[in-house]
């Protein structure tokens, strides 16, 4: 019985083998060598995918902070054309600097901050010892004459309204 088992499995086998050469052709021409052709495409599809990722990132990050320089230069020159100062009770608007003066002490000072203003350079002093603009709030370095945004921490040349130096 095992030898009748051996024949019929060797003609199921030797069948199935013809019947693919008819459909498919001879035995070299069915058994392709790999090649890894799609593996290599498949890399190069994935490097693409990755390189577009981190140009999107680069873009993305640049814009934001191209966006945070120029808001910070658009509120140097906003707060350069704004200047609250008003006059009331002792204190006068100085003609000649724009701040107010108090009429009995001869003070100049800042209404936004309270700060005592220097006649001279029309600059104040903070409790640190930090040179400030009065007119803008924002902070002077006396070696280099940038201004320094507190907030934001971003520092710009007044005369080109160029960025300097971010945080």
């Given amino acids: 019985m095992a030898s009748e088992q051996i024949l019929i499995e060797t003609s199921r086998t030797h069948r199935q083998r013809l019947g693919s050469a008819l459909a498919f052709g001879e035995l070299p021409d069915r058994r392709r060598a790999n090649n890894n052709a799609k593996r290599a495409v498949g890399s190069i599809v994935a490097a ?37 100062l008003k006059p009331g009770g002792d204190w006068v608007e100085d003609e000649r600097t724009g701040f107010l003066r108090n009429r009995r002490t001869k ?10 203003v220097d006649p001279r350079t029309g600059l104040s002093r903070d409790p640190d010892g930090r040179l400030i603009d009065p007119r803008i709030d924002w902070y002077i370095d006396p070696e280099t004459g940038y201004y320094t ?11 080109t309204q160029q960025i300097v130096k971010t945080r």
């Fill in 48 to 84: 693409a995918v990755a390189c577009a990722a981190c140009v999107g990132t680069s873009f993305v990050v640049d814009l934001l902070g191209r966006q945070k320089q120029e808001q910070a230069v658009a509120s140097f020159r906003a707060a350069l054309a704004a200047n609250p």
């Fill in 107 to 116: 003070v100049l000072v800042d209404p936004q901050t309270g700060y005592v």
């Fill in 149 to 159: 945004d507190p907030a934001t921490g971003l520092t710009i040349d007044p005369r």
